[in-house]
Nanobody, 122 residues
Framework: QVQLVESGGGLVQPGGSLRLSCAASGSIFSINAMGWSRQAPGKEREMVATITSGGRKNYADSVKGRFTISRDNAKNTVYLQMNSLKPEDTAVYYC????????????????WGQGTLVTVSS
């Protein structure tokens, strides 16, 4: 079974920074894309950033220039560096992994983490 565990959320003042981490565990052979989404209270979940196994990145317009996604393929871990945080960035941030192949031959189209809360407030 493959699991994703996020960490790094918390309370930060506007203009501050946070770094989220998401580690995938299990008998993983390969992961295609990994990414971050978020869901604010009363709103739908939205994509924040994605990164392929080859390092190609994609960002939501709302976070371009402020957030940076990166990935350590050897550790099956994805990171989200968030700078210049705004109150509207407050949300539960979810990590996901697409097209996960395991050494046992079992594959997963998509795996999601449990989420980590980011609160931007003074």
């Amino acid at each position: 079974q493959v699991q994703l565990v996020e960490s790094g959320g918390g309370l930060v003042q506007p203009g501050g920074s946070l770094r989220l981490s998401c580690a995938a565990s299990g008998s993983i052979f390969s992961i295609n894309a990994m990414g971050w989404s978020r869901q604010a209270p009363g709103k739908e979940r939205e994509m924040v950033a994605t990164i392929t196994s080859g390092g190609r990145k994609n960002y939501a317009d709302s976070v371009k220039g402020r957030f940076t996604i990166s990935r350590d393929n050897a550790k099956n871990t994805v990171y989200l560096q968030m700078n210049s945080l705004k109150p509207e960035d407050t949300a539960v941030y979810y990590c996901n992994a697409d097209s996960v192949a395991t050494t046992s031959g079992v594959g997963y189209l998509e795996v999601w983490g449990q989420g980590t809360l980011v609160t931007v407030s003074s």
